[in-house]
């Protein structure tokens, strides 16, 4: 009889043995991140249990980062370094008895971060706009493209000049070749060395730096080919002044003076310097047109100028000048990018208004 009695009773013992919860804690990297972030989890066998995490500093000492009461649990320990290992300590106390577990990890940043899709959904959306774009202008379709009335200028200052029999200066700015206004106001000079070939007018464009310089004289040497004028090219009229921006300056201040130019075009990247050239060209009595995207400089330049290209209008310059497929459907491309954004950013905010923040969760990467 007692041995019947027994057998449940060991019955049970043998259960609760095979079905004791094994301590574990464990410390993985978070998957599609930018390897800043280590997942650690535990489990611990009492739901009473207060549990510690703690790490290790670069001294080994642990400091405590999280707290929490329960059997299992999670915590995502952030704004890591990739590639750099981390220890970590869970300390779990029931009653008197406590647990002690260790564990390490390194987080690895991935090829692929989940909480930039967002971006990449955007880029894949403009990308196709401005593929779709450069597609309708290369089939005939006319792309409107708001007026600039500093480049439709370009024709009026060149026949002024040549009215005159002065010349056309033409300043790229103060920056080197790696600057993106450099560029824009090379591809600018090119059409305005168009305009100076047909009317036979001297243009002058004294430049900083070397490899500005080179640029410019096949900028300007292909544009008198394509006007079928190449006898009418000057080298010359291409120089190097100096690398020093005041001395550059001061020796466009000096051209100025002597050589009374009947227009003047100062477009690039422009500094300190922007209101000397503008107040000196415009003593001179000559038609000044400006552009920068250094906003800083545009006051300068509005004041004492007759047209300025303000910020972006210089980089569409040359869309608008030559009418390329290409360059009109990029351009209406990334106008198509900007409203698309500006539409997203006031669509967040009616969602934060709302009280709907996943929204800006899911821009953000917090809902991944």
């Given at each position: 009889?007692?041995?019947?009695?027994?057998?449940?009773?060991?019955?049970?013992?043998?259960?609760?043995?095979?079905?004791?919860?094994?301590?574990?804690?464990?410390?993985?990297?978070?998957?599609?991140?930018?390897?800043?972030?280590?997942?650690?989890?535990?489990?611990?066998?009492?739901?009473?249990?207060?549990?510690?995490?703690?790490?290790?500093?670069?001294?080994?000492?642990?400091?405590?980062?999280?707290?929490?009461?329960?059997?299992?649990?999670?915590?995502?320990?952030?704004?890591?370094?990739?590639?750099?290992?981390?220890?970590?300590?869970?300390?779990?106390?029931?009653?008197?008895?406590?647990?002690?577990?260790?564990?390490?990890?390194?987080?690895?940043?991935?090829?692929?971060?989940?909480?930039?899709?967002?971006?990449?959904?955007?880029?894949?959306?403009?990308?196709?706009?401005?593929?779709?774009?450069?597609?309708?202008?290369?089939?005939?379709?006319?792309?409107?493209?708001?007026?600039?009335?500093?480049?439709?200028?370009?024709?009026?200052?060149?026949?002024?000049?040549?009215?005159?029999?002065?010349?056309?200066?033409?300043?790229?700015?103060?920056?080197?070749?790696?600057?993106?206004?450099?560029?824009?106001?090379?591809?600018?000079?090119?059409?305005?060395?168009?305009?100076?070939?047909?009317?036979?007018?001297?243009?002058?464009?004294?430049?900083?730096?070397?490899?500005?310089?080179?640029?410019?004289?096949?900028?300007?040497?292909?544009?008198?080919?394509?006007?079928?004028?190449?006898?009418?090219?000057?080298?010359?009229?291409?120089?190097?002044?100096?690398?020093?921006?005041?001395?550059?300056?001061?020796?466009?201040d000096g051209i100025m003076v002597r050589?009374?130019?009947?227009?003047?075009?100062?477009?690039?990247?422009?500094?300190?310097?922007?209101?000397?050239?503008?107040?000196?060209?415009?003593?001179?009595?000559?038609?000044?047109?400006?552009?920068?995207?250094?906003?800083?400089?545009?006051?300068?330049?509005?004041?004492?100028c007759d047209y300025t290209l303000i910020?972006?209008?210089?980089?569409?310059?040359?869309?608008?000048?030559?009418?390329?497929?290409?360059?009109?459907?990029?351009?209406?491309?990334?106008?198509?990018?900007?409203?698309?954004?500006?539409?997203?950013?006031?669509?967040?905010?009616?969602?934060?208004?709302?009280?709907?923040?996943?929204?800006?969760?899911?821009?953000?990467?917090?809902?991944?």
């Amino acid at each position: 009889m007692k041995q019947l009695i027994l057998i449940p009773i060991l019955a049970s013992c043998l259960l609760s043995v095979f079905f004791a919860i094994t301590p574990e804690f464990k410390c993985e990297d978070v998957p599609y991140d930018a390897g800043q972030a280590l997942a650690l989890t535990w489990k611990v066998p009492s739901d009473s249990s207060f549990v510690v995490i703690q790490k290790a500093d670069s001294l080994g000492v642990f400091n405590e980062i999280h707290a929490a009461i329960g059997s299992s649990g999670s915590y995502t320990d952030t704004e890591l370094s990739p590639q750099q290992e981390y220890r970590y300590r869970l300390i779990a106390t029931t009653g008197s008895d406590s647990l002690s577990l260790d564990s390490s990890g390194k987080p690895v940043e991935q090829w692929f971060y989940l909480g930039k899709l967002s971006f990449l959904i955007l880029l894949v959306i403009i990308c196709a706009a401005i593929l779709l774009y450069i597609n309708m202008a290369r089939r005939g379709k006319e792309l409107f493209i708001r007026r600039i009335s500093g480049l439709d200028s370009m024709e009026e200052a060149v026949g002024r000049a040549t009215e005159k029999g002065k010349p056309i200066l033409f300043v790229p700015g103060i920056s080197d070749l790696d600057d993106i206004q450099t560029i824009a106001a090379l591809t600018i000079l090119s059409h305005l060395a168009a305009k100076s070939a047909e009317y036979n007018t001297d243009l002058i464009v004294p430049c900083r730096y070397s490899m500005v310089l080179s640029a410019a004289r096949e900028v300007v040497k292909a544009a008198y080919l394509t006007a079928g004028k190449p006898d009418a090219y000057k080298e010359k009229n291409i120089f190097y002044l100096t690398d020093d921006q005041f001395g550059y300056v001061a020796g466009i201040d000096g051209i100025m003076v002597r050589e009374q130019p009947a227009a003047n075009f100062f477009l690039g990247s422009f500094y300190a310097e922007s209101l000397i050239l503008a107040e000196t060209g415009f003593s001179t009595g000559a038609i000044q047109t400006s552009g920068t995207a250094q906003a800083h400089q545009l006051p300068f330049f509005v004041v004492s100028c007759d047209y300025t290209l303000i910020g972006e209008e210089l980089f569409a310059a040359s869309a608008y000048l030559s009418k390329d497929p290409q360059q009109l459907g990029s351009l209406k491309g990334h106008d198509f990018g900007k409203l698309l954004i500006i539409l997203l950013i006031l669509i967040g905010i009616v969602m934060e208004i709302a009280g709907q923040h996943w929204f800006k969760g899911w821009f953000s990467g917090e809902v991944f």
